[in-house]
């Protein structure tokens, strides 16, 4: 029993660290339903981000005239081409915690639409870009969602991330889809060891009761 609760303390910090630290990264709050919504710049209505760049558009997947707008997780997503379509438009996170020296990863889906061309994104870190994410291409019907995924090391106690639509790429200006943002801890070699021993430990434990029992 003992190395059994030993076991779950040492997998307790890698657990821990697969946790999303941005709040709302799938754009589901707040909801509105069947419909779309406008946030302009500087808006803090859409829950734990700001908006910059004119306006973006908050879609709903049950919104479909004519077209079928799927969310890539969840079911709402941000346009960042916005109402009056652009591009230079995106969204600001809250600021969250994070350790200096530590590294995290930062993963984002980018969509695109049927008849569309590609879908560029432009993402920063604490202000600095850190480079362009562009899907290629569209589905023949729908909405095709993309990842990226980065890592990056933290230089300070709280960091922000953000995303612009960007013309790069011949990257449409009528669409750029924007979902499932998530950032996490990458956990450091001796935690991912402490981890595996725990393991151990209850696989040891199990077949030690197995045996008693026999």
Sequence with gaps: MRKTILAAFLAAPLFASAQNLITNGSFEAPVIGATTTYYVTGDTGLTDWTVSGNNV???NSQ???NLSLTASNG??????????EGFGKGVTSNTFNTVIGQTYTLSFDVGTLAGRPNASV???INGTVNGT???VGANATGMKWATNTVTWVANST?????????SANASSSTLIGLDNVVVTAVPEPETLAMLLA???LIGAAVKRRKANRA
């Design 63 to 65: 919104w479909t005239p």
């Design 133 to 135: 994410f562009t899907n």
């Design 122 to 124: 432009d993402y920063s």
């Design 57 to 59: 558009q908050l879609v």
């Design 158 to 166: 709280t960091s922000q991330v953000s995303f612009l639509g960007s």
């Design 198 to 200: 725990g393991l151990g």
């Design 75 to 84: 079911s709402q997503w941000i346009d960042l081409t916005g109402g009056n």
